[in-house]
Nanobody, 122 residues
Framework: QVQLVESGGGLVQPGGSLTLSCAAS????????MGWFRQAAGKEREFVAR????????YYADSVLGRFTISRDNTKNTVYLRMNSLKPEDTAVYYC???????????????WGQGTQVTVSS
């Protein structure tokens, strides 16, 4: 199995940028479909971005399309989420996740990190 640890969260002003990292250990990230989810206070966890099998392409939630970019470095066994033009509604705990199926539904994802808080506020 794989272990996931997120980092890079923090407080940022509206319009600012952050890059989250997800360091994996135990198994190569190439073994899985990798993705990001987020959960705002009082709301359900929602899909943000993921790779497709083989990392040949990516898929994004409409709410972040054009602003967020998922990327990876297989040599470092790490996945990233670059977030630009941040809005207050992007405030949430962001989770890295891994699965063996193509899905945007949280229950279909097998492995999760502990999450990192992102707060967008002036």
């Amino acid at each position: 199995q794989v272990q996931l640890v997120e980092s890079g969260g923090g407080l940022v002003q509206p319009g600012g940028s952050l890059t989250l990292s997800c360091a994996a250990s135990g198994r190569p990230i190439s073994t899985y479909v990798m993705g990001w989810f987020r959960q705002a206070a009082g709301k359900e966890r929602e899909f943000v971005a993921r790779f497709n099998w083989g990392a040949s392409s990516t898929y994004y939630a409409d709410s972040v399309l054009g602003r967020f970019t998922i990327s990876r470095d297989n040599t470092k066994n790490t996945v990233y989420l670059r977030m630009n033009s941040l809005k207050p509604e992007d405030t949430a705990v962001y989770y890295c996740a891994a699965t063996v199926t193509i899905s945007t539904i949280p229950r279909d994802w097998r492995y999760w990190g502990q999450g990192t808080q992102v707060t967008v506020s002036s």
